[in-house]
């Protein structure tokens, strides 16, 4: 998934968590989940960033960052450090070790561009959710 999604339901783990020992586990499981549905990605990783960054700051602004929501929003993006390096050719297909990258569960089928909308749009819902439920 995008890294926005990745984004929103990380927080989304973090705060429903009833620990914080678990969103670490939670954060990933998210990822995990979100990447086996059928999607589609941006293209350009410069754009999934900034609108990384804007899910973040709208998290920020809406008054529900705390430090489970922090931690599972970086345990959800973690995964995607080694599809950043793949695509900056440091590592290889075949060298991706994450559950539903490559190896022990396939990434998801690549979807249409309307993906991207519908992840958008599941996104905002969720960090809409997240800030009206407050911290
Ligand atoms: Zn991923």
Redesign the pocket.
Known sequence: MCLFTHVAFGAIAGALSPTPYAVPLLGLAS?VVL?VIPHRDIDRMRYEMILAVLAIAAIALGGALSMKVVLGIAFALI??VE?LLWKLGAIRDDQKVFP??RKYLPHGMITGRSSIGLQMAVSVAAIAFLIRRGI
């Open positions: 990822h990447d995964p995607d599809n539903g990258h």
